[in-house]
């Protein structure tokens, strides 16, 4: 739907039954995909049920109020790092949004994600700190040492974190080191209000989310890692032969290949002749297998962390840490609240008891740990080289 919104058929959509529409409701919510399904549904004059449309208009608006938010703060934070001659550009959703979508409320961010360089990372924490962003309780550590990100700040209007990155994910890829230098020296201006802010470059931006969504997430991080792609192709196409040797650089060939396959898929975007497709085309198992990870609800993508744990035989312990210590952006965004909210406890219970079930599901049914061994499978086909 979100994807190739021009190819669905209006009849086909008024055959869904309740249930359907309750599994695609519950999509949209977990993977922040409400704005733009309200954007393609009026534009595309999709028979969606009323109540439904309405909650998805309602939360473009939010989006879109949070973004105005977010853009201020931007320009005040843009402001004090120039000042102190600090090189940075601003990463993923934050110039994704600006940059590649209609509308930036239509690419929902709960964070804002900040690349400076590493032997500055401290500083650059200090300096959002002294315009007013804090720690939250939650937050712990500075994230030099085993992390790629120093511990999260909210920003002072509240609603939102901003993570200052000293590197990439996952921090022990290779290439993370150089795609993150190579994102500083190729920043671009982005009109952010009535200021420039240092956006990531197109090529580099592409790089760093497909890294993001293979290499550091295997696909959990849902849907928008498609939407950003292919929207990045259709606005913002790269130069495919300089694309390639990067990837070749990065040894990032297998996940692009998997990434661009996907998308070749379901947005039904018709790709050059790529080299990098025809030598590192995945198998159509393993196809299959990302494009399940990708589109999987919420619920069962936690299951599948769960089976992953109990397969690699970390069992009891790291579950329970799991099931019990929520991430408070996860909270939030299932109470509807901003993540300093105390009131994001409210989702607490649903949470907990969601992941309890989960745990036991997975210790209990034995084909939960051959599908771990997909997923693992998939892991490290991206990781080999050929």
């Known amino acids: 739907m979100l994807l190739s919104p021009a190819s669905v058929a209006p009849e086909t959509l008024g055959a869904l039954e309740d249930g359907d529409w309750t599994w695609i409701a519950t999509c949209a919510k977990d993977h922040r995909l409400r704005p733009l399904l309200a954007y393609h549904a009026a534009a595309h004059e999709w028979p969606v049920p009323a109540p439904l449309m309405e909650d998805w208009r309602a939360n473009r608006r939010r989006w879109g109020f949070t973004h105005l938010r977010q853009q201020a703060f931007l320009r005040q934070m843009a402001a004090v790092l120039e000042e102190s001659a600090m090189d940075f550009v601003v990463l993923k959703g934050g110039t994704l949004a600006e940059m590649a979508y209609q509308e930036p409320a239509l690419r929902p961010r709960r964070d804002l994600d900040l690349l400076v360089p590493t032997d500055r990372a401290l500083e650059a ?23 790629h990100h120093l511990a999260p700040l909210v920003a002072p209007s509240g609603g939102f974190a901003i993570e200052v990155h000293h590197t990439l994910a996952p921090p022990d890829w290779d290439g993370a080191r150089v795609l993150a230098d190579l994102l500083i020296a190729t920043s671009q201006p982005m009109a952010v209000g009535d200021r420039a802010v240092p956006g990531s470059a197109p090529l580099p931006l592409m ?18 890692l498609l939407a950003d792609m292919a929207r990045l192709i259709e606005r913002l196409p790269p130069d495919w032969a300089e694309f390639e040797e990067w990837c070749g650089r990065l040894g990032l060939e297998r996940s692009a290949a ?61 579950a329970a840490k799991r099931a019990l210590v929520p991430d408070p952006r996860t909270l939030a965004l299932r109470a509807g609240t901003g993540i300093d909210d105390i009131r994001r406890w409210k989702a607490y219970p649903a949470w907990l008891g969601e992941k309890g079930r989960g745990y036991l599901q997975a210790r209990a049914a034995p084909r939960h740990h051959g599908e771990a061994a997909a997923d693992n499978t998939l892991a490290a086909w991206l990781r080999s080289p050929d």
């Open 125 to 147: 924490q200090a300096l959002l700190e002294g315009i007013g962003c804090a720690a939250p309780a939650w937050a712990q550590g500075d994230g030099l040492e085993d992390r």
């Open 207 to 224: 790089l760093s989310v497909v890294a993001h969504g293979t290499l550091h997430h295997l696909f959990d991080n849902g849907p928008l």
């Open 258 to 318: 998997l990434v661009l396959a996907l998308v070749e898929r379901h947005a039904k975007i018709a790709l050059p002749p790529l080299d990098l497709l025809r030598t590192h085309r995945p198998p159509p198992a393993l196809l299959d297998h990302a494009a399940l990870l990708v589109t999987q609800d919420m619920a069962s993508r936690e299951q599948r962390r769960y089976r992953a744990a109990v397969a690699r035989g970390t069992g009891l312990a790291a």
